[in-house]
């Protein structure tokens, strides 16, 4: 079935450190792949998002890139900072209307 | 920047009681969906809904539960009878992409805790 697997769950990183988190996913139809934060308490904001026909998109501090052959992607984070700590879900749409998201990065800047 | 809102942001309930939780979508959107959080687990699809009727459901949305827009604004999820397992934070969320799925915006959420 639709699923979605994302490493690490917990990412721990020093102030100015760069950090990686990696999804893959089942679904060969999935064709788009947005990545959301969520701080303690509050409701998961989207960040970046990235289609299938593009490898890489960059906005600011963060990157995403994609893998279609391989069916993984990645969000990387430059420059971090400590207002980054937050959960990080990464998330597929396959062929359906339904978001399928991983099972989060709970990330840690350390100042 | 227009929100998703929802209320109430806390509901408490007995087991077996009927629950209705509110959401109201950003008003140019045309996809309304529903979504929950168990406590420190991933965000799980519920139901998906466009043009007035259910467009998708997961197997976590049975017979108890409900989806209507009861006006131009409202999108509401009804749960018939609660089980102690629908405790969770309940999000609802909408879009106006084209393309089905993208680009969600979520609401603060409802944090469902049945006794």
């Known amino acids: 079935g639709e699923n979605v697997e994302q490493h690490p769950s917990t990412l721990s990183v020093q102030e100015g450190d760069s950090a990686v988190i990696k999804c893959t996913y089942s679904?060969?139809?999935?064709?788009?792949f947005p990545w959301y934060k969520q701080e303690l308490g509050k409701r998961p904001q989207l960040i970046i998002d990235?289609?299938?026909?593009?490898g890489e998109k960059k906005d600011q501090r963060i990157a995403v890139t994609l893998n279609k052959t391989a069916k993984h992607f990645s969000l990387h984070i430059t420059e971090t900072q400590p207002e980054d700590s937050a959960v990080y879900f990464c998330?597929?749409?396959?062929?359906?209307?339904?978001?399928?998201f991983g099972s989060g990065t709970r990330l840690l800047v350390r100042p | 920047e227009p929100e998703v809102t929802q209320t109430p942001s806390h509901q408490v309930t007995q087991m077996g009681q009927e629950v209705i939780l509110r959401c109201v979508p950003i008003s140019n959107h045309l996809y309304f969906y529903w979504y929950r959080q168990i406590l420190g687990q991933k965000v799980e699809f519920l139901v998906s809904f466009y043009n007035n009727e259910i467009s998708e459901k997961s197997e976590i949305f049975d017979d108890q539960f409900s989806v209507e827009r009861p006006d131009g604004s409202n999108f509401t999820l009804k749960i018939r009878s609660t089980k102690l397992e629908d405790s969770a934070m309940y999000f609802c969320?909408?879009?106006?992409?084209?393309?089905?799925?993208?680009?969600?915006?979520f609401g603060s959420g409802t944090q469902l805790s049945v006794l």
């Open positions: 969320a909408s879009s106006e992409a084209i393309q089905r799925g993208e680009k969600l915006f």
């Open positions: 679904d060969s139809a999935s064709n788009y």
């Open positions: 990235i289609r299938s026909n593009v």
């Open positions: 998330a597929a749409i396959p062929s359906s209307y339904k978001l399928i």
